[in-house]
T-cell receptor, first 110, second 117 residues
Framework: RKEVEQDPGPFNVPEGATVAFNCTYS??????FFWYRQDCRKEPKLLMSVYSSGNEDGRFTAQLNRASQYISLLIRDSKLSDSATYLC???????????FGSGTRLQVQP | GAVVSQHPSRVICKSGTSVKIECRSL??????MFWYRQFPKKSLMLMAT?????????EQGVEKDKFLINHASLTLSTLTVTSAHPEDSSFYIC?????????????FGPGTRLLVL
């Protein structure tokens, strides 16, 4: 079983739509959580950290549910430029490298 | 956020040759850097953890004699793919630890696309 699981998608949504991605993690030693974005043939880039109380950055909202061990990302008013793969990322206690999910692909259509 | 540079961005080489990829942390010191490999439409796979001044730590299944890592300074790590073969063709990405707000996270270099003919 993967330690970080994501629906690979693709999610095909029209411009302006609201879309949500979920991610589940299995290691109870998971301490910190992030969402990264990776464009085709590019490196992953940090989108936002995820805090226990939930946090928002413009059109993006991240939530963490420690009891159920899942993280979510909500994108409002989708833009064409939001098309990318979104990676759910976890820092597990005792490991130096972050643990990455395999990503969820989003395609926003005109 | 922190900036990580990587060179070259793209390389094409003949089978049997060796290729060196450089990863630099800009404006910050990185005692630890990570090397990943990513095949098309697949997830990132951690290959090894590069430690400044000591030997790299390799993930299971990664040949340390084939993928040589040197972390000679706090801002530079190199990955050398020795005797490259077509199956080594991939996207190689380095990463360094940095801080975002109050959280420690990882920042990635722009990647090196390797094609072995």
């Amino acid at each position: 079983r993967k330690e970080v699981e994501q629906d690979p998608g693709p999610f095909n949504v029209p411009e302006g739509a609201t879309v949500a991605f979920n991610c589940t993690y299995s290691n109870s030693a998971s301490q910190s959580f992030f969402w990264y974005r990776q464009d085709c043939r590019k490196e992953p880039k940090l989108l936002m950290s995820v805090y226990s109380s939930g946090n928002e950055d413009g059109r993006f909202t991240a939530q963490l549910n420690r009891a159920s061990q899942y993280i979510s990302l909500l994108i409002r008013d989708s833009k064409l430029s939001d098309s990318a793969t979104y990676l759910c990322v976890v820092r597990i206690e005792g490991r130096r490298a972050l643990t990455f999910g395999s990503g969820t692909r989003l395609q926003v259509q005109p | 956020g922190a900036v990580v540079s990587q060179h070259p961005s793209r390389v094409i080489c003949k089978s049997g040759t060796s290729v060196k990829i450089e990863c630099r942390s800009l404006d910050f010191q990185a005692t630890t850097m990570f090397w990943y490999r990513q095949f098309p439409k697949k997830s990132l796979m951690l290959m090894a953890t590069s430690n400044e001044g000591s030997k790299a730590t390799y993930e299971q299944g990664v040949e340390k004699d084939k993928f040589l890592i040197n972390h000679a300074s706090l801002t530079l790590s190199t990955l050398t793919v020795t005797s490259a073969h077509p199956e080594d063709s991939s996207f190689y990405i380095c990463s360094a630890r940095g801080t975002s707000g109050s959280k420690e996270t990882q920042y990635f270099g722009p990647g090196t696309r390797l094609l072995v003919l």
